[in-house]
C-alpha cells in the first residue's frame, strides 16, 4: 500500500515538473490509434503508392513511344529526303542527255543540210531577219513562260511590235493560223524538205498555199502563244522535218539573223 502512494506521488511530481517546463504528459492508451486503424491506414498507404507506380511506368511508356515515333519520323524525313535527291539526280542526268541528244541530231541534219548544193529554190536571194537576238537555239532547263519546252528550237529576234516579219526566200505558205504555243505561225516551204517557220505574230497577212516571194511581207510581229510578253519573232528552221539550228544554217547562205 504504502509503495502504490508512493509511485503516485512520484508519477504527479513527474507530471507537474513536465507541465511546468511546458512538456505534454504522455498520452493515455486511449489517444493512440487502434490496430485497425493502424492496418487501415498501411492499405490506404499501399494502395497510394500502387497507383504512383503505376502512373509512373504509364508515364516512361508514353515517353518510349513519343521517343520512338520521333525517331521514326526522322528515319522517313531521312528516307524521303535520300529519296528526293535520287530522283532530282536521275531527272537532271536524263535531262542532259537528251539534251545531249537532240544537240547532236541537230549538229548532224545540219551538217546533212550544209553538205548540200546551193541550188534550188531554197538558196538564192535569202533575206536576214533585222532585231537583236533574244534567245539562240539551245537547251533551256528553266522555262521562261509555262507551256514550252525545255529546249529551244529556234531563234529569237526581238523588234519591235507591228514590225514586218519577212520571209527568209521564196517559197509557199504551207500553214497560216494559230497552233499552240506558237501563237499565230506561219511556215514557209522553200522546197527541198526546208521549210522555215514564224511564230508569235501579232497578226497574219498570207494564207495556206498562197505563193511567196523573199522578203515579202507575211505577219506582223507580236507577243501570241508561249510568249514572255515581249514582241519577238521566233525564227526556225527544218531539214527533213527536224528542227535545227537557224543561226548556222542561214550563215551558211550568206545570211546573219539579228
Known amino acids: 500500500m504504502t509503495r502504490r502512494?508512493?509511485?503516485?506521488?512520484?508519477?504527479?511530481?513527474?507530471?507537474?515538473?513536465?507541465?511546468?517546463?511546458?512538456?505534454?504528459?504522455?498520452?493515455?492508451?486511449?489517444?493512440?490509434?487502434?490496430?485497425?486503424?493502424?492496418?487501415?491506414?498501411?492499405?490506404?498507404?499501399?494502395?497510394?503508392?500502387?497507383?504512383?507506380?503505376e502512373l509512373t511506368e504509364l508515364i516512361t511508356g508514353l515517353n518510349a513511344e513519343v521517343d520512338a515515333a520521333r525517331a521514326e519520323a526522322s528515319r522517313r524525313a531521312a528516307t524521303y529526303e535520300a529519296a528526293q535527291n535520287a530522283f532530282d539526280d536521275a531527272t537532271l542526268r536524263a535531262t542532259d542527255l537528251r539534251y545531249r541528244a537532240d544537240a547532236a541530231a541537230?549538229?548532224?541534219?545540219?551538217?546533212?543540210?550544209?553538205?548540200?548544193?546551193?541550188g534550188g529554190s531554197s538558196r538564192p536571194n535569202a533575206q536576214g531577219l533585222s532585231g537583236w537576238i533574244s534567245s539562240a537555239y539551245w537547251a533551256r532547263p528553266y522555262k521562261p513562260v509555262a507551256g514550252v519546252?525545255?529546249?529551244?528550237?529556234?531563234?529569237?529576234?526581238?523588234?519591235?511590235?507591228?514590225?514586218?516579219?519577212?520571209?527568209?526566200?521564196?517559197?509557199?505558205?504551207?500553214?497560216?493560223?494559230?497552233?499552240?504555243?506558237?501563237?499565230?505561225?506561219?511556215?514557209?516551204?522553200?522546197?527541198?524538205?526546208?521549210?522555215?517557220?514564224?511564230?508569235?505574230n501579232g497578226s497574219l497577212l498570207v494564207s495556206a498555199g498562197q505563193q511567196v516571194s523573199t522578203g515579202a511581207t507575211i505577219a506582223l510581229v507580236g507577243t501570241t502563244g508561249a510568249s514572255d510578253g515581249c514582241c519577238h519573232l521566233h525564227f526556225e528552221t527544218r531539214v527533213d522535218g527536224a528542227r535545227i539550228n537557224p543561226q548556222p544554217f542561214m550563215s551558211a547562205r550568206g545570211v546573219t539573223l539579228g
Do not use: M
Request: charged residues 10%; glycine residues 12%.
Open 5 to 53: 502512494r508512493t509511485r503516485a506521488r512520484v508519477a504527479l511530481v513527474v507530471v507537474t515538473v513536465l507541465s511546468l517546463l511546458g512538456i505534454a504528459a504522455p498520452a493515455g492508451a486511449a489517444e493512440y490509434p487502434s490496430w485497425s486503424n493502424v492496418k487501415t491506414a498501411r492499405s490506404s498507404e499501399a494502395g497510394k503508392q500502387a497507383q504512383i507506380t
Open 106 to 118: 541537230a549538229a548532224a541534219s545540219a551538217a546533212a543540210a550544209l553538205s548540200r548544193p546551193a
Open 149 to 200: 519546252g525545255a529546249f529551244h528550237y529556234g531563234t529569237d529576234i526581238a523588234v519591235g511590235c507591228g514590225q514586218n516579219v519577212s520571209a527568209a526566200s521564196a517559197g509557199t505558205v504551207s500553214y497560216a493560223g494559230w497552233l499552240g504555243s506558237y501563237g499565230n505561225w506561219v511556215l514557209i516551204d522553200h522546197g527541198d524538205d526546208t521549210p522555215t517557220g514564224y511564230a508569235h
